[in-house]
């Protein structure tokens, strides 16, 4: 079995590597990061959800935003029964193959 190598960077971190990258000031980039994330909700979650629709934000080539379904999850304490519950959506990411690290 293989351990997983993680990094995780809060959001402190990146306003920070992105502040030095761009040689803009902390408060400027922490504003235009949390309008981006703010943008993506917006154009995913605008709209009355239709299951039918694919609802994306993209970033070429790095990665999209889309809109996922939750799965029905099961009682298990009554056994296989599936739980009754009003469909629930979460934003999610999906990074493009030109991003993924290759070993």
Do not use: C, H, W
């Not at 351990?3 to 990258?21: Q, V």
């Amino acid at each position: 079995m293989t351990k997983e190598l993680t990094t995780k960077i809060n959001k402190e971190e990146f306003r920070e590597k992105i502040a030095e990258k761009t040689n803009e000031s902390k408060t400027t980039v922490d504003k235009v990061v949390t309008a981006m994330f703010e943008m993506v909700n917006e154009e995913i979650l605008s709209a009355p959800i239709n299951r039918n629709e694919k609802r994306e934000v993209r970033f070429p080539p790095f990665g999209k935003f889309d809109l996922r379904r939750i799965a029905p999850s099961r009682n298990r304490r009554v056994g296989s029964r599936v739980v009754d519950i009003d469909e629930q959506y979460y934003v999610g990411f999906k990074s493009f193959e030109a991003s993924k690290v290759r070993k």
